[in-house]
């Protein structure tokens, strides 16, 4: 969403009820950040409000997108960076009670799996219920392919949602 919108929006609404729009994707804390970092303070005296004080042009300004701005936080957004790792034993986990069968599977990966490229991936937390038999299922394969839970949840509704648009 463009910086202009969003002050048109604060003009008329809080902050807070902004950032519950689904097409915001920021926090609260994160708006009034990203505010701040393309050059506006907010003012309590004289008429509230929000006011550009940075340097260049405010319409230029206005024109970007508030992502520019912002810095994901923890709990918000992940940047995954996986380029070329090989494999070594001091990326192995431990207390891994099924050590062969995984070395056995992870040496067959090696042979066949193409190595994954992936830059500035940003990722939104989510929580949902699943059956427990499935999720126990889900961290044993986890496991054995050395990749993590979310991996394997993203890369199934991936391959899925591929499936439904074939149909």
């Not at 009820?17 to 050059?39: C, F």
């Not at 599977?105 to 940003?122: C, D, G, H, L, W």
């Amino acid at each position: 969403m463009k910086i202009g919108k969003i002050l048109e929006l604060i003009t008329t609404d809080t902050p807070a009820n902004i950032t519950k729009r689904a097409d915001v994707h920021l926090s609260e804390k994160s708006l009034r950040k990203a505010l701040n970092k393309a050059g506006y303070e907010y003012r309590n005296s004289g008429e509230k409000g929000w006011y550009f004080v940075g340097e260049g042009d405010e319409e230029t300004v206005q024109e970007q997108l508030i992502y520019d701005f912002a810095t994901a936080g923890k709990a918000k957004a992940n940047v995954s960076t996986n380029v070329n790792k090989e494999p070594n034993d001091t990326n192995q986990r431990s207390n891994v009670g099924i050590k062969r069968g995984k070395e056995h599977v992870k040496q067959a990966n090696e042979q066949s799996a193409p190595t994954i490229e992936r830059t500035n991936v940003i990722r939104k937390r989510s929580s949902f219920d699943m059956d427990v038999e499935l999720m126990k299922e889900l961290k044993i394969q986890a496991i054995i392919h050395d990749r993590t839970v979310y991996e394997l949840v993203e890369s199934a509704v991936r391959h899925y949602l591929a499936e439904l648009k074939g149909k």
